[in-house]
Nanobody, 121 residues
Framework: QVQLVESGGGLVQPGGSLRLSCAAS????????MGWYRQSPGKEREFVAH????????ALSDSVKGRFTISRDNAKATVYLQMNSLKPEDSAVYYC??????????????WGQGTQVTVSS
């Protein structure tokens, strides 16, 4: 059993900042990659950022490059999304995603419950 617990969402004014956190816990054997997706009402879930756990390879969507950064704390199995210069179009439910392996298991995708980010004046 694996849990991804997200925190850090909320309401912020345009131009403001928020930091999201996602901690993986449970029977995690190894983490391949962790990252973030988001979904706005009426839209499909879209990729935001991910970070390779061993090599640290980072990928960011074009819409957030230069504004968002992703980082990790290996010891805490936690990934962070620092969001700066937020825009109203960044408003969405943000979902943590982890590609990881349980003991003696295959590599699988896991999702957090989602955290709401609202950018509005």
């Amino acid at each position: 059993q694996v849990q991804l617990v997200e925190s850090g969402g909320g309401l912020v004014q345009p131009g403001g900042s928020l930091r999201l956190s996602c901690a993986a816990s449970g029977s995690v054997f190894s983490i391949n990659r962790m990252g973030w997706y988001r979904q706005s009402p009426g839209k499909e879930r879209e990729f935001v950022a991910h970070l390779g756990w061993s090599g640290g390879t980072i990928a960011l969507s074009d819409s957030v490059k230069g504004r968002f950064t992703i980082s990790r704390d290996n010891a805490k199995a936690t990934v962070y999304l620092q969001m700066n210069s937020l825009k109203p179009e960044d408003s969405a439910v943000y979902y943590c995603n982890a590609k990881l392996r349980l003991p003696s298991g295959p590599l699988n995708d896991y999702w957090g419950q989602g955290t709401q980010v609202t950018v509005s004046s």
